[in-house]
């Protein structure tokens, strides 16, 4: 997400448009751009098989650590799941 | 020589007075009550032959431009507090809602009520004192602030010449669209063109370029035009705002963006890789895991998520 510091004078991000005027750090996606995120997942021991569960939400304001309480199509928005079986060979 | 000067004096006279009237040729009366700013700006005429049009508007955020998911309607109270408290604006010259003013109020309303700029200090007291009433859970309040929005007249006739030198100003009997003509409503009788309706830069006059600094205090709120001028555009991209949030889809008016599926699907690509594998931790001793590669592409006009 784009951040933006207060009255842009220092590198403390804020939240509300009155204070905002310039970003300081923007990790949003870009128009036209890929974004790669690659995740390392062990197995545990003696198994074998598992279920990856993939799953992109949209939070509009609150922070990720509450992602379980959060509404659904209110504070939170899943944007697209996926669920893959994996088998080791 | 005498009529000369007289003729020279009315143009200059001319000139003044269309460029102090902002936004129309003539200097719009400007409301005392929040309710005088309601009726200047009631749009439930359009409804009886523009239905679908009014109930796509109705479930949109325009329809909701003070509240939005309530989140707007929090921000618009905590900013009135802070411009209160006399310590975060020392300079702003407003320490109780009395003191307040449209030009307090406009670095906010300049796109979430811009028809607040033809209302008095007086409406900028009154919305001030309802929206912080609704935010702490008034609902004869909160019900008042959901009559100011961004309602069609906002749309197609305040807001719907961008360039007055050479467009002119707005005629407040007319409505503007796509086209030119009658208009079945007696205010409203004509219809006029507006050359950039259906262009970006329409849509980018709130869902704006970065910071306003038009304003003592500037403020920053949506940026997706500026993404959409500096990422997009150079990107090569081709399409209007107009083109994914109202003609795709036959979304029309409801002018939606992330709270639909249909509008999720179009902006974003997602594709997902996964390798199980046999990692050697160190000589004769493996961990089993999997690689998941997780790709999003952003097909949208502008950054996900804007500011």
């Given at each position: 997400?784009?951040?933006?510091?207060?009255?842009?004078?220092?590198?403390?991000?804020?939240?509300?448009?009155?204070?905002?005027?310039?970003?300081?750090?923007?990790?949003?996606?870009?128009?036209?751009?890929?974004?790669?995120?690659?995740?390392?997942?062990?197995?545990?021991?003696?198994?074998?098989?598992?279920?990856?569960?993939?799953?992109?939400?949209?939070?509009?304001?609150?922070?990720?650590?509450?992602?379980?309480?959060?509404?659904?199509?209110?504070?939170?928005?899943?944007?697209?799941?996926?669920?893959?079986?994996?088998?080791?060979? | 020589?005498?009529?000369?000067?007289?003729?020279?004096?009315?143009?200059?006279?001319?000139?003044?007075?269309?460029?102090?009237?902002?936004?129309?040729?003539?200097?719009?009366?400007?409301?005392?009550?929040?309710?005088?700013?309601?009726?200047?700006?009631?749009?439930?005429?359009?409804?009886?032959?523009?239905?679908?049009?009014?109930?796509?508007?109705?479930?949109?955020?325009?329809?909701?431009?003070?509240?939005?998911?309530?989140?707007?309607?929090?921000?618009?109270?905590?900013?009135?507090?802070?411009?209160?408290?006399?310590?975060?604006?020392?300079?702003?010259?407003?320490?109780?809602?009395?003191?307040?003013?449209?030009?307090?109020?406009?670095?906010?309303?300049?796109?979430?009520?811009?028809?607040?700029?033809?209302?008095?200090?007086?409406?900028?007291?009154?919305?001030?004192?309802?929206?912080?009433?609704?935010?702490?859970?008034?609902?004869?309040?909160?019900?008042?602030?959901?009559?100011?929005?961004?309602?069609?007249?906002?749309?197609?006739?305040?807001?719907?010449?961008?360039?007055?030198?050479?467009?002119?100003?707005?005629?407040?009997?007319?409505?503007?669209?796509?086209?030119?003509?009658?208009?079945?409503?007696?205010?409203?009788?004509?219809?006029?063109?507006?050359?950039?309706?259906?262009?970006?830069?329409?849509?980018?006059?709130?869902?704006?370029?970065?910071?306003?600094?038009?304003?003592?205090?500037?403020?920053?709120?949506?940026?997706?035009?500026?993404?959409?001028?500096?990422?997009?555009?150079?990107?090569g991209g081709t399409k209007t705002c107009q083109q994914c949030h109202m003609k795709e889809d036959n979304l029309g008016h409801f002018i939606v963006a992330y709270r639909d599926p249909r509008m999720v699907k179009k902006a974003i690509a997602y594709q997902v890789e996964v390798l199980p594998y046999y990692y050697?931790?160190?000589?004769?001793v493996y961990h089993n895991k999997a690689r998941v590669v997780v790709k999003i592409t952003n097909k949208a006009g502008h950054r996900i998520p804007d500011g």
């Amino acid at each position: 997400m784009p951040m933006a510091a207060g009255w842009d004078r220092d590198n403390k991000m804020m939240f509300g448009a009155d204070r905002k005027t310039g970003y300081m750090v923007d990790t949003s996606l870009q128009p036209g751009k890929t974004h790669k995120e690659i995740m390392e997942i062990r197995f545990p021991e003696n198994v074998k098989k598992m279920k990856v569960s993939v799953r992109l939400w949209y939070l509009p304001s609150a922070a990720a650590e509450n992602i379980e309480k959060l509404t659904e199509n209110k504070d939170k928005f899943l944007f697209f799941a996926e669920e893959r079986e994996v088998t080791l060979p | 020589m005498a009529k000369k000067f007289l003729l020279g004096f009315l143009g200059v006279s001319a000139f003044l007075f269309g460029s102090t009237a902002g936004q129309t040729a003539e200097v719009p009366k400007k409301a005392k009550t929040l309710d005088e700013l309601i009726k200047m700006y009631d749009a439930s005429s359009c409804k009886s032959c523009h239905q679908k049009e009014y109930e796509q508007w109705s479930k949109s955020f325009h329809a909701f431009s003070l509240i939005g998911s309530k989140r707007t309607l929090g921000s618009w109270a905590s900013t009135i507090k802070l411009i209160l408290d006399g310590k975060t604006y020392p300079h702003a010259k407003a320490t109780k809602v009395e003191d307040l003013k449209v030009s307090h109020l406009m670095f906010c309303a300049k796109c979430h009520l811009p028809q607040l700029r033809n209302a008095e200090d007086s409406v900028a007291v009154e919305l001030a004192k309802l929206v912080l009433s609704a935010a702490e859970g008034d609902e004869k309040a909160f019900e008042k602030v959901k009559q100011v929005n961004i309602n069609c007249l906002v749309c197609h006739q305040e807001m719907a010449l961008v360039h007055k030198w050479r467009d002119g100003y707005v005629d407040k009997k007319a409505i503007y669209g796509k086209k030119e003509g009658a208009h079945f409503d007696p205010k409203y009788s004509s219809l006029k063109k507006s050359p950039i309706i259906d262009r970006s830069v329409f849509c980018g006059q709130c869902h704006g370029t970065g910071p306003n600094f038009e304003f003592d205090e500037p403020s920053q709120c949506a940026t997706a035009y500026g993404s959409y001028l500096h990422a997009y555009i150079p990107s090569g991209g081709t399409k209007t705002c107009q083109q994914c949030h109202m003609k795709e889809d036959n979304l029309g008016h409801f002018i939606v963006a992330y709270r639909d599926p249909r509008m999720v699907k179009k902006a974003i690509a997602y594709q997902v890789e996964v390798l199980p594998y046999y990692y050697l931790h160190k000589p004769g001793v493996y961990h089993n895991k999997a690689r998941v590669v997780v790709k999003i592409t952003n097909k949208a006009g502008h950054r996900i998520p804007d500011g």
